[in-house]
T-cell receptor, first 116, second 118 residues
Framework: SQKIEQNSEALNIQEGKTATLTCNYTNYSPAYLQWYRQDPGRGPVFLLL?????KEKRKERLKVTFDTTLKQSLFHITASQPADSATYLC???????????????FGTGTQLKVEL | DVKVTQSSRYLVKRTGEKVFLECVQDMDHENMFWYRQDPGLGLRLIYFSYDVKMKEKGDIPEGYSVSREKKERFSLILESASTNQTSMYLC?????????????????FGEGSRLTVL
């Protein structure tokens, strides 16, 4: 069956360090991969999208890589800050043949805690 | 500012009650989605709609139905609520085009509706 895996254990890092979160998938051939941030009691917020033919995408302190051979995406936050503490979700999209809408399937998320 | 509004943040219902969860978006988006989120299971897609009066089953549609009579509004209906439907329900919309040519643009989520079924 199709599966998306994110580390269920919280990641604790010190302020100023680079946080690296992992998203692994099996039995997918995703066309696109997205990363979202979710704060407690709130809906997820979109961060970045990367396509299967892109190796890397950057946005300010964020960087995402997408390795379709390893079936893995890495999400990096450089110069991390306490305000970066949240749960980060990866989501995969398969192009829909019929019906449209481009469904996203989400991983369970990894909680990041940035400490002073 | 783009916005997806869910009608209720917190609901408490009894087993067997009919429950309506409403979602409205003001971005003129074609696509709307209902997810539920449970600890350890992440977000799971219940239903989605890519046009008015159109609906598609997601991964866990059993026990749910939806209605999309207007473009901006997508309702989730629990015909007879059960305790295993206690969850956080999240509505989302996206404005990308349909079909093979469509790029799955970002989803805009509402704040969520936490439903407790007793």
């Amino acid at each position: 069956s199709q599966k998306i895996e994110q580390n269920s254990e919280a990641l604790n890092i010190q302020e100023g360090k680079t946080a690296t979160l992992t998203c692994n998938y099996t039995n997918y051939s995703p066309a696109y991969l997205q990363w979202y941030r979710q704060d407690p009691g709130r809906g997820p917020v979109f961060l970045l999208l990367i396509r299967e033919n892109e190796k890397e995408k950057r946005k300010e302190r964020l960087k995402v890589t997408f390795d379709t051979t390893l079936k893995q995406s890495l999400f990096h936050i450089t110069a991390s800050q306490p305000a970066d503490s949240a749960t980060y979700l990866c989501a995969l999209s398969l192009l829909e043949v019929t019906g449209g809408g481009n469904k996203l399937t989400f991983g369970t998320g990894t909680q990041l805690k940035v400490e002073l | 500012d783009v916005k997806v509004t869910q009608s209720s943040r917190y609901l408490v219902k009894r087993t067997g009650e009919k429950v309506f969860l409403e979602c409205v978006q003001d971005m003129d988006h074609e696509n709307m989605f209902w997810y539920r989120q449970d600890p350890g299971l992440g977000l799971r897609l219940i239903y989605f709609s890519y046009d008015v009066k159109m609906k598609e089953k997601g991964d866990i549609p059993e026990g749910y139905s939806v209605s999309r009579e207007k473009k901006e509004r997508f309702s989730l209906i629990l015909e007879s609520a059960s305790t295993n439907q206690t969850s956080m329900y999240l509505c989302a919309s996206s404005g990308e085009s349909k079909g093979l040519a469509g790029v799955p643009g970002e989803l805009f989520f509402g704040e969520g509706s936490r439903l407790t079924v007793l």
